[in-house]
């Protein structure tokens, strides 16, 4: 631009479009990256999370409980039930490994199996 504010020819004009565009793509890139790293920072958590539910209560509580206990049709479908959800709830941090171990359990694939949404009220009640 000139001092007054007008563009003075064609090839000032797409260098100046130029230069926007590029102020805009790199706002946007820098906005997109840092959703990146936030969806990264709650994955992140998520995962050590699940692996710390894993290694301190299922593994030193609930496995060895159910040792005690009868080793019912119950105990087993509960403790695959809680594999499987573990499987689903990894997925997206660990996926070749989880969806290996969930075909091998279900004979079906992760992406392919219903969520089932269990709805905390109504068990609190059963219990």
């Given at each position: ?8 020819d ?21 906005k ?16 050590s ?12 509580e609930y ?20 594999y499987q959800?573990?499987?689903i ?16 359990l279900?004979h ?15 068990q609190k009640?059963?219990?």
């Amino acid at each position: 631009k000139l001092k007054n504010g007008e563009i003075k020819d064609s090839n000032q004009l797409v260098s100046v479009e130029i230069k926007i565009k590029q102020n805009i793509y790199q706002k946007e890139a820098t906005k997109k990256i840092a959703d990146l790293t936030s969806q990264k920072k709650e994955i992140n958590f998520a995962t050590s999370q699940l692996i710390k539910f894993v290694r301190e209560k299922l593994s030193n509580e609930y496995l060895e409980l159910s040792k005690i206990a009868l080793w019912d049709t119950n105990t087993k479908n509960t403790i695959l039930f809680v594999y499987q959800q573990l499987l689903i709830m990894l997925h997206p941090a660990i996926p070749f490994i989880t969806e290996h171990i969930y075909q091998r359990l279900t004979h079906q694939k992760i992406l392919q199996t219903e969520i089932e949404i269990i709805d905390i009220k109504d068990q609190k009640q059963e219990l």
